[in-house]
C-alpha cells in the first residue's frame, strides 16, 4: 500500500496537526532539547510545512543558517512562502540522499520522518555524512503500535489501526533505531519520550487533527469499508460527548552525535 502523499490537500491536513497546541508542546521540548546556539549551522529533514525550521532558525540567528529538506514539494513551497529570514531556506530532496555536502552541518533535527524513509540505513548513513565531527543530532519517531485510542468497539479500532499501519515504512522503527544509527556511525547519548494524552478531543488536541487525516488515508486504501470507518469516526465524537474520551501516544527521540574524527 502507498504511504502518504502529501499532495496540496495532503499538506493542508497535515499543517492543522502541526499547529495543534499538542505538536507546538512538542516542538518546543526538541528546541529545548537540542539547544542550537546563535551562529550554528542547522539541517532540519522532513521540515514539513516549516514550523521547526522556522523556530530553529530564531535560535541561530542571523549569523547562522538553517536548511529545511522536504520530499514533498507542496510542503517546500508552503514553508517557502511564509519565510522572511535571509538564513532560513527550504529545498526539495529525499532523505537518503539529502542535496548538502559532507559536514555541512552543526545540528541534524529530523522530527517524525524516519520512520517513512524505506531504506532506514542510507537515512542514518546521510546524518552522519552530513554533520561536521562533534556535531550533533536528534532524532524522534513513534511506535504506532503503542497508541492507545479507547473506542466503544476495540475490535473496529485494531482494524481501523491496522488499516493505518502501511502509511509509513516502519510503523515501529523507535525499537530499531538504536542500533542503526549506531551502525551508521554515530554515537548515542540517551533516548528521551514525550509523552501526548487527550482526554477530550479539544480545539488544538492531537487525536482529533490526526482522525481525518487517517480517515482519508484508508478512505483512500479502501482496506475499511466507509460505512465502517465513519462509524469509527462517529464513536470518538460520542465518546468525547459523555466524557469517555482518551488516546494516548508517545514520541521517542534519539541523541545522538557524529564522534570527533
Known sequence: M?????????????EAVYLGSDVVAQREDILARIAVR????VLDIGSGPGFLAAALAEATGPDGAVLGVDISEAMVRRAEARNARAWLSYAYGDATALPVGDGAFDVV??????????????FCSEV????RPGGRA???ATDWDAV???SSDPDRMARVMAAFAPHCADPRLPRTLAPRLRAAGLALDGVSYFPIVNLSRYEGSYSRAMAPLLAAYVGAQRTVPGDELAAWAADLDALDARGEYFFSTGRFSFHCRRPDA
Open 2 to 14: 502507498a504511504a502518504l502523499d502529501f499532495d496540496d490537500k495532503a499538506a493542508e491536513r497535515l
Open 38 to 41: 546563535p551562529g550554528e549551522r
Open 109 to 122: 533535527v529530523s522530527t517524525q520522518v524516519a520512520e517513512y524513509v524505506p531504506d532506514i540505513a542510507a
Open 128 to 131: 552522519h555524512r552530513v554533520l
Open 138 to 140: 536528534l532524532v524522534l
Open 148 to 150: 492507545c485510542w479507547h
